[in-house]
């Protein structure tokens, strides 16, 4: 709004001073339908904000950013690499950009891209290459630049510094704060004219006025000041109006002339139950580039957050559904908000401020401080607590404890379901963390006579950052992080992917009758993780997980709703761990998972060849149940060394070989072998977990 | 579940057991290599276990003999010790042990291979992955070009599997090689054979257990028709 009233006011003083009404309309309103046609013709497919190539992986973007090649009066920089970063105002996020120290006075939109934590030795050598271009001129003063932070998100160097001016050097750039990087070239004229640069969006190839152009590729060195683990971010924004946008292309980070090397490889999300089914499980881990597990603290950090939460939605719940019909209904007070009704679905778990089944006596209150009044739960929308802790691991009451809130109570020491390890772990020294939920659903759903209760969740791991350990905090914030989305449902006790609220046919059917009885409690369990937890496989995975748009859809979130809540979505995504992700591909290629009790796996020892310089041995199959196997047979080898590949697999289900046993059928009692040949690069332990699919590959 | 009331049996089978425990599985292996009278190649042992859990063992070559003889410094890797033509010592503690050798091939060659460790007398019934000795010989001192076997594609003169029940398997590509079983009290069978010791044992065992399963079933009152034996 402000910016339409400077134009207008800019057009009238203009317009009373005798400015060319031309030059004026041009500035003020769109680019002409002639330009979007243009754009729409000769803009090269995957670049530029229509249709972004996607940012390295753990790289994050505010605003619109991207990967391009020569494209342009930008072309490869001298780094050598075949493409290069870029940001840009066109398509930015309002306030983003700004330089870290503070605005400088009349910003409006831009971007930001920052990459993955590096680690830095003291004394190296921290370089790369920038080109900032710009279509804007004549007092419209957008600008570029890149700073250097400590991976605790402090400021520790602006790096340089450019900005669009009518003549001389625009680089650094005027009127901003000196930059500490050694620039070669030091002083750099723009190359002037309208720059053709699909990035640019519609004003590629247009010029506001003088000071419009580009300056080529320059070098920036900084010595790193002392040893420690960094990230680099580079912003663009624009200066007076979102008009005539500007961009910088970034390239060839390097340390000691080293690409940089990331500590980041993967983020991985994990799924299961417990035997009984009567919970529901995920655990999230992260590897370094060399596969090497990475804690919990230093991967948040790469990825731009300071923690991990989870996000659970309720989408359908019989009782609430009930006591919101008639909240009279016995046992539906205890599950009222501060607002004296039960929440609306959906609604976040739990609701903001809590159930009334949080309260705790007033008694109690006096012994442990456990909240009697709401509050029982930060006003927050992610699912363990930032603010409030359990008053102990059993109890449903909570207490304020900002220094230790509930979240941090479910790092793990392991990063596998099966091998999860202690709770309570310091998120630096933590490998999972997990989600867990085992809701009672064991009841008859109040006001109907035999509907058991059931409940649909909608799940996400989310990243959070900001003051989000106080209960009213204007910065808190959290990022839906894609791949990790899935659904879930508590029906009479038993969790599944699959059972339909209150079971198949069936729905609640609410009479004044007080023929149920609510039980109390029921919405988070924080310290149930089973045992004996057991990865989810097949079908049941494959209904598990769902997409952002279908949590999205599924909690009744639009993008403007889920920033009312503090929420976004990542531009990155977690990956299934790899035998997960292996399953899902069988299922989807049309094969059934064998009950692992059905069929017993042995092999020999492995014979070592000189001549085909592989291991080589059998693997028997034998039907351990009670009914035929329908073959053809898929043997999937999971968890495979990654300096070991199966040398006569079949071929490979999202990453993971397998190996077709030829059988028709396997009856009870029989056996079959076939023969495995694996090749070993580095004389490692060859080991794995066999997962045996019937069926043939699609 | 064991017949009680014979208690012979019982001292007996253990008895055979104790004694079979103490027995290690000797293979004779006598190899004509006289098709390759002076070539400079090299053969190759090894001793490794399977890809998920093994149990325990470990392998000797004995009494290496040859007119041939070693023709460079060997190369060991893993759990393996010893220098031809003394005794070489492996065990499936890690996941590859080799013993690599130049050698220059006379007309014969000889040696016993003996398998012995808790995999092979006392079989653990959990373990899931057995063990696996090769021997492969080469006509290039690289042990690139397999000789004297008709595996073409591995290079395997022969290998022994220790199974999981304890019992050792013979797979022999080598028409120049025969690999004889030793029997108990040093004899030599044609037919490789399963732990011979074990096997009889575990017979002898169900055999007596038949037996009072016999005796047991005559002991079972009579059900009413149509009425099933609970499970």
Redesign the interface.
């Known amino acids: 709004m402000f910016n339409r009233l400077f134009a207008i006011v800019l057009l009238i003083v203009f317009c009373a001073a005798g400015a060319p009404e031309r030059a004026i309309a041009q500035r003020v309103a769109p680019p002409p339908k002639a330009l979007l046609s243009k754009q729409a013709t000769t803009r090269p497919p995957g670049s530029g904000p229509l249709d972004p190539s996607p940012i390295p992986a753990f790289w994050t973007c505010v605003g619109n950013c991207g990967t391009d090649g020569a494209d342009g009066v930008v072309t490869l920089s001298p780094a050598g690499n075949s493409a290069y970063e870029w940001v840009s105002t066109s398509g930015g996020a309002g306030g983003a950009g700004i330089l870290p120290s503070g605005s400088l006075g009349s910003e409006t939109n831009g971007s930001t891209l920052r990459t993955p934590v590096f680690s830095g030795t003291m004394g190296t050598n921290l370089s790369f290459f920038f080109n900032y271009v710009t279509s804007d001129g004549a007092g419209y003063a957008d600008y570029a630049w890149a700073e250097l932070y400590n991976s605790d998100n402090i400021p520790v160097a602006l790096l340089f510094t450019a900005r669009t001016e009518t003549s001389g050097s625009i680089i650094p750039g005027l009127g901003m704060p000196a930059p500490l990087a050694t620039l070669v070239p030091a002083s750099v004229p723009i190359h002037p004219g309208g720059p053709s640069y699909p990035e640019l969006g519609s004003y590629s190839g247009y010029c506001w006025d003088a000071g419009c152009g580009y300056t080529g590729w320059v070098r920036a060195s900084y010595v790193i000041p002392a040893t420690g683990n960094y990230y680099l971010k580079v912003g663009v924004v624009n200066w007076l109006d979102t008009l005539y946008d500007s961009a910088l292309a970034v390239d060839g980070v390097t340390l000691g002339g080293v690409p940089i090397t990331l500590l980041s490889g993967s983020l991985d999300v994990e799924y299961g139950t417990d035997t009984a089914k009567s919970s529901w499980l995920a655990l999230t881990s992260a590897s370094d580039s060399q596969g090497k597990p990475l804690n919990m603290k230093d991967a948040a950090t790469q990825l731009g957050f300071d923690h991990f939460n989870w996000l659970q939605i309720i989408t359908t719940d019989l009782q609430l559904q009930a006591c919101a019909a008639n909240p009279a209904l016995g046992g539906c007070s205890s599950d009222f908000t501060m607002n004296g009704k039960v929440p609306a679905i959906p609604t976040a778990d739990p609701p903001a401020g809590g159930y009334a089944y949080e309260l705790c006596p007033a008694a109690e209150t006096a012994v442990d401080g456990c909240q009697s009044a709401f509050p029982a739960q930060d006003y927050w929308a992610v699912y363990f607590d930032e603010y409030f802790a359990p008053v102990s691991a059993s109890s449903n009451y909570y207490k304020a404890s900002p220094g230790a809130p509930e979240y941090l109570q479910e790092f793990r020491a392991g990063n596998t379901l099966k091998l999860m390890g202690a709770i309570n772990q310091s998120p630096a020294t933590a490998l999972g963390f997990s989600f867990s939920d085992a809701p009672n659903t064991s009841f008859v759903v109040p006001g109907t006579a035999t509907t058991k209760e059931s409940i649909v969740f909608v799940d996400a791991l989310v990243g959070v950052k900001g003051s989000c350990n106080l209960l009213v905090s204007s910065n808190c914030s959290f990022q839906i992080i894609p791949g990790t989305t899935f659904t879930w449902t508590s029906t009479d006790g038993i969790v599944s992917p699959q059972l339909s609220p209150g079971g198949p046919g069936t729905s609640a059917v609410v009479s004044a009758a007080l023929q149920g009885k609510a039980s109390t409690g029921v919405k988070k369990q924080l310290n149930h993780f089973p045992v004996g937890p057991v990865d989810l496989t097949g079908a049941e995975l494959a209904s598990s997980l769902i997409s952002v748009d279908q949590f999205l859809s599924m909690a009744g979130l639009t993008p403007d709703s889920l920033a009312a809540m503090g929420g976004s979505v990542a531009t990155f995504s977690a990956s299934l761990i790899p035998s997960q992700a292996a399953a899902l591909a069988a299922v989807n290629a049309g094969t059934t998972l064998v009950s692992p009790g059905q069929l ?13 310089q ?4 059998t693997l028997t199959l034998k039907n351990v149940g009670k009914t035929a196997i329908t073959g053809p047979l898929q043997v999937l080898f999971n968890g495979l060394p990654a300096t070991v590949t199966l040398a006569n697999g079949t071929g490979s289900l999202a990453g993971t070989p397998y190996l077709t046993a030829p059988v028709s059928s396997l009856a009870p009692g029989q056996s079959l072998t076939v023969a ?1 040949q ?1 090749k ?1 690069s580095a ?6 977990e066999a997962s045996i699919y019937s069926g043939s590959i699609h | 579940m064991c017949n009680t009331q014979s208690p012979w049996i019982v001292a007996i089978l253990l008895g055979l057991a104790s004694w079979a425990c103490a027995a290690p599985v000797t293979y004779d292996v006598h190899v004509n290599t006289a098709s390759t009278v002076g070539t400079v190649g090299s053969i190759d042992f090894n001793f490794n276990p399977g890809p998920l859990n093994s149990q325990s063992a470990s392998v000797e070559i004995l009494a290496f003999s040859s007119d041939g003889s070693p023709a460079g410094s060997s190369s060991l890797t893993g759990s393996v010790s010893g220098t031809l033509p003394a005794t070489l010592t492996f065990d499936n503690s890690t996941p590859f042990n080799d013993y690599f050798d130049d050698f220059t091939f006379g007309s014969v060659l000889s040696f016993k291979v003996s398998l012995s460790g808790a995999a092979l007398n006392a079989p653990d019934g959990t373990s899931d992955s057995g063990s696996s000795f090769a021997f492969s010989m080469f006509s290039d001192a690289a042990g690139t070009i397999p000789a004297l076997t008709n595996d073409t594609i591995n290079g395997f003169a022969f290998i022994v599997d220790v199974n999981l029940d304890g019992s050792t398997t013979v797979s022999n590509y080598s028409a120049q090689a025969t690999v004889v079983a030793e029997q108990a009290g040093g004899g030599v069978s044609n037919v490789p054979e399963p732990s011979s010791l074990i096997l009889t044992s575990a017979t002898l065992f169900l055999m007596g257990a038949l037996r009072g399963l016999r005796r047991a079933r005559r002991r079972l009152p009579e059900l009413p028709l149509g009425r099933l034996e609970p499970f």
Do not use: D, K, Q
């Not at chain 1, 592989?614 to 041995?617: I, P, R, Y």
């Open positions: 017993a796996t042995t092999t020999s020892g492995l014979a070592y060849s000189r001549v085909s592989t291991f080589n041995g495995v694996f070993n004389s490692t332990a060859i080991n794995f």
